[in-house]
């Protein structure tokens, strides 16, 4: 690299939402770094004035491909306090289930494949599995289990259609459910050895100075 160089990418990958970097370099040393994370205006705003309430919740899923459920939960949420309607019982615990098989998916998706790479010096997650192959197998099943539950309540592994104001259009049956629970259980062994595989990645020693705030249930 020269004395002097300034590097601008306007476009990162394996980023959530958005991102861009800046580099200044003087004399070889940085002397200004910025990486920006950003969220590109969408316009779902716009294209749900005039529309039926029942369409917004599958409108509204398409705001993301790896969050779907996030989205769609709350818009159906605020239309059923608008209604007055309170979701309990078994359709409430499917809904419940409906989320974790989002975070399944996304979470392995992020650790695995948009984190793992830049951690480990591969390029992709394709290049990171030629030198370990075991991980990404593991990666690779953990992700078909929460896309594959993901399908058994929502109909498909993106952008599920069957969540609806006040229930489900289509509930999974039973014997669906029971027959799935085996899969569940050899994800839960895949769980546990990616937590203990993620833990061990060497996270530069960084501390920020901000305050978390969370949601929480005490029943949950």
């Not at 370099?25 to 910025?34: G, M």
């Not at 509204?60 to 309990?88: D, N, T």
């Not at 994800?187 to 546990?192: S, V």
Request: with cysteine.
């Amino acid at each position: 690299m020269g004395k002097n160089k300034t590097i601008k990418v306007d476009v990162l990958t394996r980023v959530e939402g958005e991102g861009g970097l800046y580099v200044k370099v003087v004399d070889r040393e940085i002397k200004e770094l910025r990486l920006n994370i950003f969220e590109p205006p969408r316009f779902f705003e716009a294209f749900l004035k005039g529309r039926l309430y029942h369409e917004v919740p599958d409108m509204v899923a398409r705001i993301c491909g790896i969050c779907p459920v996030a989205y769609q939960m709350s818009a159906v949420h605020a239309i059923e306090k608008i209604f007055g309607l309170k979701v309990e019982g078994q359709l409430r615990e499917l809904r419940r289930l409906i989320y974790c098989a989002e975070w399944i998916a996304s979470h392995c998706l992020h650790i695995y494949f948009l984190s793992a790479p830049d951690f480990l010096g591969f390029e992709s997650a394709v290049a990171m599995g030629k030198k370990y192959p075991e991980t990404l197998q593991q990666a690779l099943r953990l992700k078909k289990v929460g896309n594959e539950l993901f399908s058994l309540l929502g109909g498909r592994p993106v952008h599920p259609i069957s969540v609806r104001v006040g229930g489900f259009y289509k509930t999974p049956l039973k014997k669906g459910l029971k027959a799935f629970l085996s899969e569940l259980e050899n994800a839960f062994e895949d769980a546990i050895e990616s937590i203990r595989w993620a833990i061990n990645l060497d996270f530069p020693d960084i501390s920020w100075d901000i305050e978390f705030v969370s949601l929480w249930n005490p029943e949950e």
